[in-house]
Nanobody
Framework: QVQLVESGGGLVQAGGSLTLSCVAS????????MGWYRQAPGKQRELVAV???????NYADSVKGRFTISRDNAKNTMYLQMNSLKPEDTAVYYC???????????WGQGTQVTVSS
């Protein structure tokens, strides 16, 4: 059974930093496009950042310049470095693994990030 396990969430003051991790198991990690999504209360889940199998990245406009997505294929792990956090970054952050060629799409259970003003 595929597992995506997020960690690193927590409570931080505005302007602070957090690093999220997502460890994947039972998938060929290096072939998957990996992404971070978030969902705030009462809002739809939205894309935060993605990184392709080749290492290309894309970010939501709201996090550009503040967040950095990366991956370590040897450790089957994806990261999200979040700097200059704002209260509006408060959400549950989800890890996603997608392989279009295989038709697979998996989600983690989410990790809560709360930014206080």
């Amino acid at each position: 059974q595929v597992q995506l396990v997020e960690s690193g969430g927590g409570l931080v003051q505005a302007g602070g930093s957090l690093t999220l991790s997502c460890v994947a198991s039972r998938i060929i990690f290096k072939t998957n496009r990996m992404g971070w999504y978030r969902q705030a209360p009462g809002k739809q889940r939205e894309l935060v950042a993605v990184i392709t199998s080749g290492g290309n990245t894309n970010y939501a406009d709201s996090v550009k310049g503040r967040f950095t997505i990366s991956r370590d294929n040897a450790k089957n792990t994806m990261y999200l470095q979040m700097n200059s956090l704002k209260p509006e970054d408060t959400a549950v952050y989800y890890c996603n693994a997608e392989n279009i060629a295989c038709g697979s799409n998996y989600w983690g259970q989410g990790t809560q990030v709360t930014v206080s003003s």
